[in-house]
C-alpha cells in the first residue's frame, strides 16, 4: 500500500486559500477558460504547466501536471520525457516551442532577453496569433499557481478537498 503524505503525517502550510481569498474563484476560472479556449491543444497545456512545475522543483505541481497530462491523453513515454524534451524524439516542433517558451519565461536569462527573437519567431510559425497569446497566458495561469504551491506547500497527490489545513489560525 502506498502511504499518501497526510498518512504521513505531512501538512500543508495554509487553510484552503480559496476560502481565506473567495476573488481566488473567479481568477482561476478565468485562466482556465483562457488556457483551455482550444487554440492550443490541452495536451500541449499540460506538458507546458508539468515542465513550469519541474523547473519551479516543487513535487506537488509535478505529480498534479503529471495526472492532468494522462487525463488529457498524452502518452507516458512523453510525459516521462517532458524533464528531458530537448532530446526527446517525443515532442512535436509545436510542443518543443511550447516548451522552450515556458523554459525561457521560468528561468532566469544570463544576460539579454529571457525570449528572444528567435524563440519568438519560431513560435509564431507554430501557433497563429490567438494561439500564441492563448499559449502565454497558459504559461501565466502555471505562473500564477506557482507562490502558493511554493508557500503553500500542499500535498502531493491528496484530493483538492482533503489538502488543506483545516484551522484558520495562522
Same mark, same amino acid.
Given at each position: 500500500? /502506498?502511504?499518501? *503524505?497526510?498518512?504521513?503525517?505531512?501538512?500543508?502550510?495554509?487553510?484552503?486559500? @480559496? $476560502?481565506?481569498?473567495?476573488?481566488?474563484?473567479?481568477?482561476?476560472?478565468? #485562466?482556465?477558460?483562457?488556457?483551455? /479556449?482550444?487554440? =492550443? !491543444?490541452?495536451?500541449?497545456?499540460?506538458?507546458?504547466?508539468? %515542465? *513550469?512545475? @519541474?523547473?519551479?522543483? /516543487?513535487?506537488?505541481?509535478?505529480?498534479?501536471?503529471?495526472? /492532468?497530462? %494522462? %487525463?488529457?491523453? =498524452? !502518452?507516458?513515454?512523453?510525459?516521462?520525457?517532458?524533464?528531458?524534451?530537448? &532530446?526527446?524524439?517525443?515532442?512535436? !516542433?509545436?510542443?518543443?516551442?511550447?516548451?522552450?517558451? *515556458?523554459?525561457?519565461?521560468?528561468?532566469?536569462?544570463?544576460?539579454?532577453?529571457?525570449?528572444? &527573437?528567435?524563440?519568438?519567431? %519560431?513560435?509564431?510559425?507554430?501557433?497563429? +496569433?490567438?494561439?500564441?497569446?492563448?499559449?502565454?497566458? +497558459?504559461?501565466? $495561469? =502555471?505562473?500564477?499557481?506557482? !507562490?502558493?504551491? #511554493?508557500?503553500?506547500?500542499?500535498?502531493?497527490?491528496?484530493?483538492? +478537498? &482533503? @489538502?488543506?489545513?483545516?484551522?484558520?489560525?495562522?
Amino acid at each position: 500500500m /502506498n502511504e499518501t *503524505a497526510t498518512d504521513l503525517g505531512f501538512t500543508s502550510r495554509f487553510s484552503d486559500p @480559496q $476560502q481565506l481569498v473567495p476573488e481566488l474563484g473567479d481568477v482561476s476560472a478565468a #485562466l482556465f477558460k483562457i488556457s483551455g /479556449n482550444g487554440t =492550443v !491543444p490541452r495536451r500541449t497545456v499540460t506538458l507546458v504547466h508539468l %515542465r *513550469a512545475g @519541474q523547473l519551479v522543483e /516543487n513535487t506537488y505541481m509535478t505529480v498534479m501536471h503529471t495526472a /492532468n497530462a %494522462r %487525463r488529457a491523453g =498524452v !502518452p507516458e513515454e512523453k510525459i516521462a520525457a517532458v524533464a528531458s524534451w530537448k &532530446d526527446a524524439p517525443y515532442f512535436t !516542433p509545436a510542443e518543443r516551442v511550447a516548451l522552450e517558451l *515556458a523554459e525561457a519565461v521560468l528561468t532566469p536569462a544570463g544576460h539579454g532577453e529571457r525570449v528572444s &527573437d528567435d524563440l519568438y519567431t %519560431r513560435a509564431a510559425k507554430e501557433y497563429d +496569433a490567438t494561439a500564441l497569446a492563448t499559449l502565454a497566458m +497558459a504559461i501565466g $495561469q =502555471v505562473n500564477f499557481f506557482i !507562490p502558493l504551491a #511554493l508557500i503553500g506547500k500542499p500535498l502531493p497527490g491528496v484530493s483538492m +478537498a &482533503d @489538502q488543506w489545513r483545516t484551522s484558520t489560525s495562522e
